[in-house]
T-cell receptor, first 116, second 112 residues
Framework: EAGVAQSPRYKIIEKRQSVAFWCNPI?????LYWYQQILGQGPKLLIQ????????DSQLPKDRFSAERLKGVDSTLKIQPAKLEDSAVYLC??????????????FGPGTRLTVT | GQNIDQPTEMTATEGAIVQINCTYQ??????LFWYQQHAGEAPTFLSY????GLEEKGRFSSFLSRSKGYSYLLLKELQMKDSASYLC?????????????FGTGTQLKVEL
């Protein structure tokens, strides 16, 4: 079974530039998550999709971040414009969980973003 | 919201046993997960508890007390490869879907 795919793996941009990340979840997983992980901290949920609908985006800075999951499969996360404090690893995860149960999240390798 | 507390760092000796504690406060508890994260890698699933008691899986065990808002991860027969960050994550049922909130992680260092 193929895991969660993410690209790019690394990205360096200057502040005020734009960047986009792509995620392809495990086939059949209804729920997709984007996390931001700053060095030394745990992952922080940015947005959660179930199929192509948003379940939770309460911690997404909507003035600069946007995400979509067209057709309920792949997803993209965009930052426009980037700030220095956006430097972090952006993790995508997917899960078969839709209503509870022992459904763990499977994480992709992440995209390490550096904003200079 | 949620408040998840776990120690920042721990050090243990190869072959020994270590217990990593996690306390949490939440309104719609719907399960607790432990993840392992090696430096520069993605988190990987270790264990899941939703009912009180101990879940054992090889060298790893996880305990949950819902009334106390407390869990621990027990690692036995420590190996050098167990040096990693251990993340406690609490799942809430938050109107419309489950939300997983992670603690800051406990950095475990295993020494000879």
């Amino acid at each position: 079974e193929a895991g969660v795919a993410q690209s790019p793996r690394y990205k360096i941009i200057e502040k005020r530039q734009s960047v986009a990340f792509w995620c392809n979840p495990i086939s059949g997983h209804a729920t997709l998550y984007w996390y931001q992980q700053i060095l030394g901290q745990g992952p922080k949920l940015l947005i959660q999709f179930q199929n192509n609908g948003v379940v939770d985006d309460s911690q997404l800075p909507k003035d600069r971040f946007s995400a979509e999951r067209l057709k309920g499969v792949d997803s993209t996360l965009k930052i426009q414009p980037a700030k220095l404090e956006d430097s972090a690893v952006y993790l995508c995860a997917s899960s078969a969980d839709t209503s509870g149960g022992a459904y763990e999240q499977y994480f992709g390798p992440g995209t390490r973003l550096t904003v200079t | 919201g949620q408040n998840i507390d776990q120690p920042t760092e721990m050090t243990a000796t190869e072959g020994a046993i270590v217990q990593i504690n996690c306390t949490y406060q939440t309104s719609g508890f719907n399960g607790l997960f432990w993840y392992q994260q090696h430096a520069g890698e993605a988190p990987t699933f270790l264990s899941y508890n939703v009912l009180d008691g101990l879940e054992e899986k090889g060298r790893f065990s996880s305990f949950l007390s819902r009334s106390k808002g407390y869990s621990y991860l027990l690692l036995k027969e420590l190996q050098m490869k167990d040096s990693a960050s251990y993340l406690c994550a609490v799942r809430d049922w938050a109107g419309g879907g489950n939300k997983l909130t992670f603690g800051t992680g406990t950095q475990l260092k295993v020494e000879l």
